[in-house]
């Protein structure tokens, strides 16, 4: 069993930046990909970006020139760094893991919140 637990949410004003966490315990699987999806309230749950193990990276549009999702390892965290924010980036951002067995894990979530 994979564990992931977020991190680095918070309320934040427009034009600023977060940087958020995804800690991983329990069985390491190696590779994987890494993703952070986002939801905002009354809306479907979105892809915001994602790593594979060889730091391929893609992003969605909307977050594209602004988000940046990093990794070290498979044993280390996985991170997303948020710059220019904006409002409509409010969300809970959860973290994904999809291992090479096909298998997925999602944390809990963090909730970024963007003051105008």
């Known amino acids: 069993q994979v564990q992931l637990v977020e991190s680095g949410g918070g309320l934040v004003q427009a034009g600023g930046s977060l940087t958020l966490s995804c800690a991983v315990s329990?069985?390491?699987?190696?590779?994987?990909?890494m993703a952070w999806y986002r939801q905002a309230p009354g809306k479907q749950r979105e892809f915001v970006a994602d790593?594979?193990?060889?730091?391929?990276?893609n992003y969605a549009d909307y977050v594209k020139g602004r988000f940046t999702i990093s990794r070290d390892n498979a044993e280390k965290p996985a991170y997303l760094q948020m710059n220019s924010l904006k409002p409509e980036d409010t969300a809970t951002y959860y973290c994904k893991q999809i291992t090479y067995t096909g298998d997925t894990y999602w944390g809990q979530g963090t909730q970024v919140t963007v003051s105008s």
């Open positions: 329990g069985i390491i699987y190696w590779p994987n990909t």
């Open positions: 790593i594979t193990s060889d730091d391929r990276t």
